[in-house]
């Protein structure tokens, strides 16, 4: 199904990567061991890119997705998003930043269960503080987007494992971030369902958005146009 384009309330940036890294480590004290799960990652994402990060288990991806996604900070390093150095900012400025310039989609969907798909899909505007009224219509533009006009009533529950992802892909949307990052976005999905969700992720894509997407399933992979390979902590190789 096609996807009909939303405007962006974001003004044109320059032409500044979406996200930079510099030399970014990161090291968890376990006892009296310690972690070295990035070993000194450095890359460029361009803004309006699509990328796969890929690896084995406890190869850095994950890792590297939450320093990205300011969930977790660096030990050392630099880390410039759309322009910003956010090395050193404090948790309420790296919660505003999530809150604003970010947009997560989870393998377990994380949806409010009690909840329908609009109040879902209207969650990150809830904490932004905008008005019950303008919230509900982007919340409906959104489902919309995503071919869930019909279901905002529903509860996730009442949906298939695709259609609560399309809801989580809605909900990524609803600050008009300018960075998506996607842990596993198929994972819990078939086959026939996943290249559905990635052709909406492809379609976003075009229409400006950066995504950063760790996958292990190298199908899944082939959708982004760059693929970051993982290993101890660091880039093994880039292709794309």
Request: hydrophobic share 40%; glycine share 8%; aromatic share 4%.
């Amino acid at each position: 199904m096609p996807m009909t384009a939303i405007q962006s309330n974001r003004k044109p940036r320059g032409r500044e990567p979406e996200a930079l890294l510099e030399d970014i480590r990161k090291i968890y004290t376990m006892g009296s061991t310690e972690v070295h799960a990035l070993a000194g990652v450095s890359v460029v994402f361009e803004h309006g890119s699509f990328w796969a990060i890929l690896g084995t288990s406890g190869s850095g991806k994950s890792t590297l997705l939450n320093v990205l996604g300011c969930l977790d900070r660096p030990t050392s390093g630099r880390y410039l998003l759309q322009g910003r150095d956010i090395s050193s900012l404090d948790d309420d400025a790296l919660s505003e930043i999530r809150l604003r310039n970010i947009g997560f989609i989870f393998q377990s969907f994380n949806l409010i269960q009690q909840s329908t798909v609009e109040e879902n899909i209207q969650l990150p505007l809830y904490y932004q503080g905008v008005d019950a009224e303008s919230s509900s219509r982007r919340a409906r533009k959104l489902a919309a987007l995503v071919g869930l006009e019909d279901r905002l009533h529903h509860r996730p529950m009442e949906l298939s494992g695709g259609q609560q992802q399309r809801v989580a892909i809605a909900r990524s949307l609803a600050n008009d971030p300018g960075l998506l990052l996607a842990d596993e976005p198929t994972g819990n999905l078939d086959s026939k369902t996943s290249a559905e969700i990635m052709r909406l992720l492809c379609d976003l894509n075009e229409q400006g958005k950066t995504i950063i997407m760790v996958t292990h399933e190298p199908d899944i992979a082939a959708f982004a146009h760059k693929r970051l390979y993982m290993k101890d902590g660091a880039i093994e190789r880039l292709e794309g």
